[in-house]
């Protein structure tokens, strides 16, 4: 019979080795999936994993992945110090398009002027949007105790009706033929978030996802607001005697992950997608919920966390052209990771025991 | 605008129809709640029953096998989330997180053979004259079997609840957990078996819509259903009647909007579409504020220390 018994601490060996446990998991069902699917469980595993990083085209690939991770990246840190304190924010992909439509909105708003204002500026809306959208789920909670995962989840909807009805409407493009959508920001100049060294997919959103994770890094070891975060999921009660404002909290674990989630939809919306569409945002937000738990809710852990996921999106489409392997075959692969993550972590918390039961349990 | 478009008995009928998927997965889901689970995988699990309903519909040409199999598929789904909350001891809003995430996953992999296509039809149950009374006719006995089994599911859920030693056991596991272990109950065992429950409930509510409501198949077709339905069981602060009637309240919203829709009111498509989360919030923030009702055990992970 096995039994598990409730280690004291956390063990530190398993903390660092359920990640790597659980993606080798992956691998192994998922070429197992793969298989079952008629292909060649190697070869897509191969190809996910090594091409873009050491294939033929790497010099191609090697650039998608901070663009691919920086959003994620971003995203995921918020959500991480909110998760840490017991405060789900699942509406990050709500966020990022808020974040996206208020950042484009005010950069069209000067266009065609050209200055240097104009995307500090937008950084700005981008992080204001992000943040407005967090903020209601808070203030919520706060005043009303509504369950803050129901209501963020709630208006991810309502910004996905949102965002179609300004690329259909206010922000689209009068030039466009009348097709939905923006203009392309790309194509000017004071709003394109382009690359710092060209060529080389190193962004703003890049720096900013680095700023967030040093930052985050800072705050959760050194300052006393991580410390208030760490045992107000840890310990509730302890924290409230201890002079933790349960309020304050999920004001700045809310609103912290909505401006981190706003600027990753900003960047992207100016950079790499470059206009205001319909289906504009492509489901970083939830991604970034297995990122962080990837992670295992640390900031470095979640930077590592962030380049995995974005290596299996860029490995996913290339395996999709090359061995067409069916786009959903990734989600899948990506929603199994967190599964053996979560049933893994049961070795970190506990000890596992065999031996013969005494009497009943 | 045109109004007098919208027939109210064409709409109270449409309404039930249109809250039978919300209904079914918030009844399974208050199961699994009154248990003590929290499980947040029920928009997984529904789009999984969707899925799995559909392929065996088309395959089988029988709708009836369709909406079994769906059951089966969510149960089945669910067995996953039971694993890491029940065995694994996992976090259960993280579980249920990872439960939605994957079911989205996997039914669009299951289902990209299929899009397009229609499924065969579920005949509506022959009332005789019943359903040729005017007013009632139309509203009550026009509907499909599947409306019907809501009910009844309903009805069973309410009474096992109540009057019935297995319910009295389910409550107690999900009101305090470490106590009903003393007494000798599997609370484990127990909550799988709330678990799955809620999960076959789920996937004939994901069926009801690929077959019934829409009826075809397309990725991601739930479209937050599973999350009204977990929003819903916390408005009818755990009682299965109160469930009916939400899930009343929230058909009728997406129906009129619907309708509104049709009758070109001024408002833009995407405002009106956004109405029924919207509302949701809003009723949630009415609601909140009265939490006794919550079974004392919701989210706690159990583990018998020895």
Redesign the interface.
Known sequence: MI????RPQPSQIFSIATPLLAVLTTMFFGGLLFAILGKDPVQSIVTIFWEPLFGEFAFYYRPQLLIKGAPLVLIAIGLALGFKAGI?N?GAEGQYIMGAIFGAGVGLAFYPTESIFIFPLMILAGAFGGWLWATIPAV?KIK????E???S??????AE??L??MS??LLKNPEGFGFPGSRNLQQYDSAHNADIIAGSGMHWGVVAALIAVIFAYVLLSRHSLGFAIRVTGEAPRAARFGGVNPSRLILFCLGISGMLAGLAGMFEVAGPAGQITIDFNVGYG?TA??VA?LGRLHPIGIMFAGLLMALTYIGGDIAQSQLQL?A?????????L??FL?????LT??RVRIGLNEVA? | MDLSAINPIILVAALISAATPILLAATGELVAERAGVLNLGVEGMMITGAVCGFIISVNTGSPAIGFVMAAVGGGTLSLLFAFLTQVALANQVASGLALTLFGLGISSLMGQNYVGIKPPRMPDVNFGPLSDIPGLGPILFSHDPIVYVGLLIVAGVWATLKFTRAGLILRAVGENHDAAHALGYKVKRIRTLAIMFGGACAGMGGAYISLIRVPQWTEGMTAGVGWIALALVVFASWKPWRVLLGAYLFGGITQLQLNLQGAGVALPVEYLAMSPYIITIVVLVILSADKSRAPGSLGRIFHASQ
């Open positions: 039994r598990f018994e409730k789900w699942i919520l009303f105790g509504t369950n995962i129901l209501v989840l709630m208006l991810v909807y309502v009706q949102f179609a009805s259909l409407g939830f919920i297995i738990f069916p959903a075959a990734i989600q899948v692969f990506q929603g199994m967190l599964f979560l049933a893994f972590d049961l918390n506990y349990t």
